[in-house]
Each structure stands twice: as C-alpha cells, then as structure tokens.
C-alpha cells in the first residue's frame, strides 16, 4: 500500500467523512496537516481563524447545521486552550464536534515541554472521549471512532491529540469508511403506552429540544402535534424544531420564561419530553418540575439512556432519537375519539402571541419594533445567530423561527458565538441569508472574526446592539447591590467605523426608524455589513429600565 505521511492519512480522513469545511488557526505543531490541505484544497476548505475561540465556535455551529461533526483543528497548549469554549458549547449543546490538536513529539513527551498539556485530562470532563494517536497508521480508526461516538447517543464533542512525530512519520494505511451513527430506535411496546396515556389525558403539553433533529423529524413533529392537538413548547433555545408560526406552537421554555406557559407546563398531567435533557435553563433553574418525580406524568425520550432519569423520574423513559420515537407515534395513528382539551392548543397559542405583543421602552431605539420589523421582513430560511446577553431576548421572544436549522444559538449560554456561528453558517449555507445579533460585550469577544468574513467575502449582516455595557450583569448587579456599578461599564469603538477598517459596510443607527433602511443597505450589500444600533443604557430589559430596577430593589431594603 502507498506510503502517506500521518498529515496526509488524516487529511484524507477527514475527506473521507465528508467534511468540507477545516476551521484553525495553523500551529507548528501540526505542519504536516497544513501541507496536506494542500492537494485537497477543493474538497476541503481550510478556514484560517484569528483565535481559536472562533475557530471551535464555527466547527460546534457547523455541527449544529450539519448534525454531522463540525471540526476545527488547533495547535498544542494555547491553541487548545483558547479553543476550550467551542468543546464545552459543544457539550452542553449536545453537538457533535471534533477538535484536533497538535501535540509534542514522543521524544519529548511528559518534560512538560514547550506548551506541551495532556489533552485526556485537561479535557477529562468537557469531551465525550479525549485520545492521543500514537502510530500514523491508527489514525483512520480512531477518526472513525471520534465520529461515530462525536455523532451517537448524547452528542457531544471528540478531541484527537496528534502528536508531531506522528504526523510526519508515514504509515501504509487505507482510508475509514464515512461513519454514521448508530440508528436509536423507538420500543414498540414503550410508544404504545405513550399513545395509551395521550389518550387517556386531560391537559397535555410536548415540550421538544436537544440536538440529532432533522427537517423529518420537524415534519413528523408537526403532523403529531396537529393530529393530536398537542401544544408544543421549544426549550431554551431550541426555537427551530417547531414553526413558531404553527397554531399548535406554545412558545419556548427559556430564560423568564412566558408565565402563561410556566403555568401550562406546572398545569399539565401529561408532559411528553423529545430530545430536551431537562437543563437548568430550560426548568427554570430546576424548579418548574418537582424532583425527582414531576406530578405531571413525564414521557421523557432522549437518544441518551444516560440522560435519562438523571433528575427527573419519567412514568415512561424512552431512549430513541426525535425522530425514531415520533415516527413510531405517527405509525399507531391519530386519535381514536375527539380529544379531552380542544381549547388547549388556540388558548397556548394565543398566549404565545400576547407574549410577543409590544410595549413601551425607554429611548430612541425600540427593539420590540426592530425585531418585529426583521420578523416580517426575513425569509424563512435566514439563519439567526447569537451569543448570550439580555440583548438576546428581544429576539427569543419576539422572532418566528420557521424551519429548522434557523436558529444558532448557545444552550451553554456562551458569549462571542453570534459572530463565528454566523461565518460558519454562511460557509456551509451560502444562500440563506445570515444575520449576526451581538451586544457589544458580544461582539467585542469574537469580534476578530469579521476579518474571516472579509476575507472568505461572506455577506453576512452583523448588528451589534450597544447599550456601553454588559448589560446582563449590570441588571444582576442593580437587582442585587442597586446603585453600587462594578465592572460592568464598557466604553466601545465606534463599531461601524471598525467593520469599514476591516473592509466591510459600517452603518449606524440611533432611532427605531432609521434601523430598516440601515438593515436593506446592509443586506443588498455584497459582502459582509455591520449595523450599529445605539440602545439607551435604560433599555436594559424587555420589561423594566435600568431606574425601575434600581428603584425596585432599594424599596424592597429593609
Ligand atoms: C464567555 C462568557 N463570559 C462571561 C459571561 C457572563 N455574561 C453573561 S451575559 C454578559 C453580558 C453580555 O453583554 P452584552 O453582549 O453587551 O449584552 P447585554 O447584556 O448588554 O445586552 C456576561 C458578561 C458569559 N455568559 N460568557
Ligand atoms: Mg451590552
């Protein structure tokens, strides 16, 4: 057989599993690799990142996109280091992912050589499986492992340790199959007595998140939902599994969540869970059921048996993936009589649209309106992406996601991801229209980015909604300590001035009216664009001003 160096075998691994997209930031460590990419360069596309924090957060957002593992690659020490957030985005959003990371040579391995780390307990408890590739020729199995573990069960992320001398020795070795995951069926006997339950309940509620959905399986949710009249619920961020325009669509289970469907969930006797692990975000800081044994009946399917029972006591735990189990479903036919609680889906989704209903904020810049008027004006496959800030919240709560894969957004909660997201997902889907929403504190994270959109000519539209501070924290902080500011305050670059030095649209915006105009210029732009809204520090949430907290919390002082 054909003697390949270890950066050739992996290269064509890589290929071979069908990834198209390589998102780094070149190290020494793996040269080889870099060499390799060479011969492969229209099958695989290198994207050279400005940090690696970028980098893990692009391959955990094409992760997202793909259901198959996005992969960034990185060099030893400060490399995996800086591409840690990615790995643990990638945990807690249950995405597949691989990360690869250049290592010291076996010659001087265990000196603590220079950034030398070990990758299996640095990453012992974010990763799902963490290996060092000690011989080139085992390179194929272990790329096969690392994608079919990455994409199986609970997914999650893979780290593949490469040491240096591994990947320039050579090795006669064959290419590993494109993996696939191992299909996670429905039981019969446990759906038929989900379907004898349905039946038998008064006020049932489906509440769907987590990852391994697909366009079918949305679809199947959807005819469920409507052939059983049930509300649907989405989890924290998880607003794309269900067309939020759907009469059977209840609303999502976030952060401050939506009373009247707090109250659905709390008033429920049958809470059918799809794909969602029951996260702290999306219960409410685990106090929207009672544990261990919610009083609602809970159906809890997971693809990971693990997950299962973890906090929460299920009459029914079903280990399958979304689609297995509401294929299943589909399969034993619809209602047999009319059902118990016509009124439920109208009543869940009408509070839904009250939720959504507009109301006064202070300043020059509305938000409500701004998203209503992006809600009416994008077509149904923009794709949405976003970090974490109370920013954030206008579009969660006022924004209709409508097909899945619309929605890129961190249940892990991390901030600088709305940036790399939105370059990955223009990446791999190069006619949907991208919109990047980040606070400034957001922005400020990844913001180094907006130079490989520049670079890769990704018409992405960036807004950066700049209230001159991190406003989430500033918000905890007037609630808990009113009046004493520390640490919050940020004083910005004038952004849009920043996107033209890097070549892209600057705009920037002060009113509610001038946003609309601002939004056309950037999208018909041919390239990369940013939108620079100034948000009135007293916008600080949706429901009160920066004064009305401060002021509720010193009345509330002894
Ligand atoms: C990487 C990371 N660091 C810190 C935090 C804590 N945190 C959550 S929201 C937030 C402020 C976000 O500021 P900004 O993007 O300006 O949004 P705003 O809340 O002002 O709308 C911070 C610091 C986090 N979630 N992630
Ligand atoms: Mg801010």
């Known amino acids: 057989m054909q003697q390949r160096s270890g950066g050739e075998i992996l290269v064509a691994s890589l290929v071979a599993q069908g990834t198209r997209h390589l998102f780094g930031v070149p190290g020494e460590s793996y040269l080889p690799v870099l060499d390799a990419l060479v011969d492969v360069a229209a099958r695989l596309t290198f994207v050279a990142c400005r940090q690696e924090g970028g980098a893990a957060f692009m391959a955990e957002a094409a992760g997202k996109l793909t259901g198959r593992p996005g992969v960034a690659i990185v060099t030893r020490g400060p490399g995996a280091a800086n591409a840690a957030i990615g790995v643990h985005v990638a945990r807690q959003d249950s995405t597949p992912m691989v990360l690869l990371v250049g290592q010291v040579g076996a010659d001087v391995v265990d000196r603590e050589a220079f950034q030398e780390v070990d990758y299996r307990r640095m990453y012992a408890d974010v990763a799902k499986w963490v290996a060092q590739v000690d011989r080139p020729d085992r390179i194929p199995e272990y790329v096969a492992h690392a994608w079919r573990l990455a994409m199986s069960g609970r997914p999650g992320p893979v780290v593949l ?11 006669g070795v064959g290419d590993p199959p494109r993996a696939t995951h191992s299909p996670a069926a429905a039981d019969v006997a446990q759906v038929a007595e989900v379907r004898e339950r349905l ?9 769907v998140g987590g990852s391994r959905w697909d366009p079918d399986a949305c679809a199947d949710l959807a005819l469920l939902a409507r052939r059983w009249s049930l509300p649907v619920a989405c989890a924290f961020r998880r ?20 009373p009247a469907l707090v109250a659905r969930v709390r008033d429920a006797d049958l809470l059918i869970v799809i794909g969602e692990r029951l996260g702290e975000m999306t219960t409410s800081g685990y106090t929207l059921l009672d544990i261990p ?9 997971h693809p990971g048996p693990e997950e299962i029972g973890r906090v929460y006591q299920p009459a029914v735990g079903l280990c399958a993936t979304p689609g297995a ?24 989704h009408a509070d839904y649209e009250r939720w959504r209903e507009p109301r006064p904020v202070p300043g020059a810049v509305d938000l409500w309106r701004i998203v209503r008027w992006l809600d009416e004006r994008l077509p149904d496959d923009a794709i949405l992406a976003n970090g974490a800030g109370n920013y954030t919240t206008w579009l969660h709560r006022i924004y209709r996601h409508r097909r899945f894969g619309t929605q890129l957004a961190p249940y892990a909660g991390a901030m600088g991801y709305g940036v ?21 504190g957001c922005f400020t994270m990844n913001g180094q980015e907006l130079a490989t959109a520049v670079q890769h000519r990704l018409a992405i539209v960036f807004v950066v909604i ?3 501070m991190y406003g989430t924290i500033r918000m905890h902080q007037e609630r808990a300590y009113p009046g004493r500011v520390s640490g919050t305050a940020l004083v910005n670059p004038d952004f849009a001035a920043l996107a033209r030095a890097h070549g892209a649209r600057g705009e920037t915006v002060a009113t509610t009216d001038e946003f609309a105009p601002a939004f056309e210029r950037a999208l018909a732009h041919d390239g990369p664009a940013l939108v620079h809204v100034l948000l009135d520090p007293q916008a600080l949430t949706m429901n009160a001003s920066l004064d009305a907290l401060r002021e509720t919390a010193l009345r509330a002082r002894p």
Do not use: C
């Open 161 to 171: 340790a490469l040491p240096e001398d591994v990947l320039s020795a050579s090795a």
């Open 199 to 207: 039946a038998a309940a008064r006020a049932p509620l489906v509440l």
């Open 239 to 258: 607003q794309d599994l269900h067309d939020n325009r759907l009469p059977t669509y209840a609303g999502d289970l976030g952060i401050a969540p939506n």
């Open 293 to 301: 044994s919610p009083r609602q009946a809970l159906v809890h399917v």
């Open 325 to 348: 189990f509401l294929g299943a479903m589909l399969a034993q036919g619809g209602p047999e009589r009319p059902v118990a609680w016509p009124s439920s889906v109208p009543a869940a």
């Open 420 to 440: 790399p997201a939105a370059v990955a997902a223009k990446l791999l889907r190069p006619d949907a229209t991208v919109v990047s929403w980040n606070g400034d």
């Open 466 to 468: 700049d209230n001159g």
